[in-house]
């Protein structure tokens, strides 16, 4: 089994990953890549340097985006790279993040035969402590997963999305007036879908991105599970009985969706100080395994970069905020 790892301009979590790769995974995966896209070359050298087992792949944005790391980025998702990468990888792969590492050990040499054996095409490995985003209506239990069949208020695509997603014609507003629109019910549909941290059967990954448009839709990547489980009825989905990721708080690659209101956080400014001091091996990143990067640690490296002080106040505002942005719908943030 593969292991995939979405990389943009933040090393010091990158080898944070790839440390609990080889604590944890130890030798059960067939390859490490590394697909980046737009990490400075240094900072990639450094890795492959310290995990010369690690295939490291480049976007077609990766010149593009590394050389226009500031404020102005306006960065395109790399949608095509990730799918083309996905075709290319093993039947079944482990898809992460820079910012994820694993906390338990997993032999996924046994867990690829046992998913393929199963028919999955989705395995959740990680959900932040939020009972939401897992189900609860198991028809097997297995030794590490369970397979589960969610209960959905409509598996129909169609009526997911009016539901969940059209805005017109005051639709949502009339379902919630109903008693059909509830967060809780829409979380249920990230039972059967994940940004990272689980395991994806290719085909049923490549599916989540029919139709889209350059931009990252969950909505849409939800309907189009839904429309890959409807014609492939054998296909089953699972959740395994306990979490074997987490996923750092400390800092984002970008704040597009990550603004808040009296924050004011150059992100690329505090991630080039960051990735500057990993750099130089200032910067301890897997100490605190495995929880997130101490706070007094990125103070520290922020108020040495800046002695006005500013930047790491902003940086704590926005820290309080993002973390209180998953807790507000369930998640357990330390």
Known sequence: MDILIKSFNRPYYLDRCLF?????AKKSFERIVVLDDGTPQQYLDKIQEKYPQVVVTKSDLYNKKSSNLTEDFKGEIPISFWVESAKNSSDYFLLLEDDFWFTEDLDLVELDKEIFKDNLVFLKLFWLGNPKLTSKNVIESKSIYNIIKPK???RNSFLYKKIFKTYGFRFNDLMKFLGLYKTERNLAYYHIYSVAGSVFKKDYFVSLWKNNTGKVDEGLQIQNALEYLKTNLNSKIAHSKKEYFQTGFSTSATISDKKYKNVNLDIFE????????????KFDVTSSLPKDILETEIVQILNNADKTGNLTSEWKKWHINFKNQYKRFGCKIV
């Open 20 to 24: 609990s790769i080889e604590k944890h």
């Open 152 to 154: 959905l208020l409509t």
């Open 270 to 281: 505090a991630n080039k100080f960051l990735n500057e001091a990993w750099f130089n091996n």
